[in-house]
Every structure is written in structure tokens, then in C-alpha cells.
């Protein structure tokens, strides 16, 4: 039988073991573990397997943190199906996790039929076969009421939302500058567009949203 190839990435050995362990197969087919600890490493992997189904992404890495892994992994692997596997369940990492790309969202805590539905929607898109959910995708995210605010940063491009998540971790415009390599003046464009499309008055009235 042909195993399911996933690759999964985190920085922690006892959590590889452990969703190895629990995990070695699904629905009657056996699921072979690539394992790398850091992102650089996740995406050099990724690039030399042809065969590697779907991604299991840590967001805090060694030499990466936040959604920029996640960011970085799909610039360099676009079609990639990759499912967030966090600590955090923040509503709005969930939901820009999301508008970024990735195709599902886990918590670390979670109980194990949530891992399940995870690990059937990465690898079964289109449902199981023989279930009634064949032919429609599954979902992989978690269930969350229904925002306004959120639903218009899922609307953000990827730029907007790099520089709101910077805004929001509490950067500067000038940090935000030197971390994208961007002139002073465009950032400031950036954070004005960010505003106007969230429809807030300030910066301080923005952050204070996602608190």
C-alpha cells in the first residue's frame, strides 16, 4: 500500500513524535511523516518531493515567526496545500492564515477529531470516498461567527496584510520600512490604505480591534 506523504514542520521533537505516533495512518491509509524543524529546511524539502501531499506548518520556528512562515512557504511553493498547526487560536491569525493561502488551521490543543477533519481535508479535498461529502471540499478551519471587520481582511492583498500584521505586533513605520524593504513613504501609504479599507480613525483605534 502507498503511504500519504506529509511533511510536517516543528521546531519541538516531542510534538513530531507525538502526531507521528498518533497519526501513522487515516482512514485506512498508512501516512509516512517528512520531518523538518525549520522553515528553510521545510522548503528546501518540499522542493526536492515531488510526491509530498500537504504541509503541517508550526508558525513559531527557529528562523521564523508568525505568518511570515507561512507567507515565505507559499512564495516559495504556491500550490502547495498547507494547513496551519499552532498554539494560538487568536480569531485573527486564524482568519489571515486563511487569506493568505493556507487550506487549513489546527490548534496544538485541539481535541483529536479536529487533527482528523484537518488531516482529511488536506489529504481527501474533495471528502472521502464512498462519504456524502464527495465531491465538495471539507472544511478545515475552525468555526467562527460571522465579522465584519475580519471578512474585510480577508479581503486585503498580501502586502496589506504583511503590514498589518507588523502594525499590529506593534512596529513602527520606520521597522516596518527596514523589515519589507520598502521606502518610509510607501509604508505610510500602506498603513493610510489599511485605515480606510478597516474603516478606523488612527492606529491606536486599529490595534486596539484585534485585542
Known amino acids: 500500500m502507498t503511504a500519504r506523504l506529509v511533511l510536517l514542520v516543528d521546531d519541538h521533537e516531542l510534538v513530531r513524535i507525538g502526531v507521528k505516533t498518533t497519526y501513522a495512518d487515516l ?7 517528512i520531518e523538518a524543524s525549520a522553515l528553510e ?12 501531499e ?9 528562523d521564523c515567526k508568525g505568518l511570515q512562515g507561512l507567507r515565505m512557504f507559499l512564495e516559495a511553493h504556491p500550490k502547495a496545500r498547507v494547513a496551519v498547526f499552532s498554539g494560538t487560536q487568536d480569531e485573527f491569525v486564524i482568519r489571515q492564515a486563511r487569506a493568505l493561502g493556507a487550506v487549513g488551521y489546527v490548534a496544538k490543543g485541539a481535541l ?3 487533527m482528523r477533519e484537518t488531516l482529511n481535508a488536506l489529504l481527501w479535498p474533495h471528502g472521502l470516498p464512498g462519504s456524502h461529502a464527495m465531491g465538495g471540499a471539507t472544511t478545515a478551519f475552525p468555526r467562527m461567527p460571522p465579522s465584519a471587520m475580519y471578512d474585510r481582511v480577508s479581503e486585503l492583498g498580501p502586502r496589506h496584510l504583511e503590514i498589518l500584521e507588523l502594525v499590529l505586533s506593534g512596529c513602527t513605520n ?4 527596514n523589515s519589507t524593504q520598502l521606502s518610509l513613504g510607501t509604508v505610510k501609504n500602506y498603513v493610510s490604505s489599511l485605515l480606510l479599507a478597516l474603516d478606523v480613525r488612527s492606529r491606536s483605534h486599529l490595534i486596539s480591534l484585534f485585542r
Request: proline share 0%; no cysteine; hydrophobic share 50%.
Open 41 to 52: 529546511d521545510a522548503i528546501r524539502i518540499y522542493g526536492e518531493r515531488s510526491d509530498i
Open 112 to 114: 483529536a477529531a479536529q
Open 27 to 33: 482512514n485506512g491509509e498508512a501516512i509516512d511523516w
Open 54 to 62: 500537504a504541509v503541517l506548518l508550526d508558525l513559531n520556528l527557529a
Open 174 to 177: 520606520q521597522e516596518i520600512s
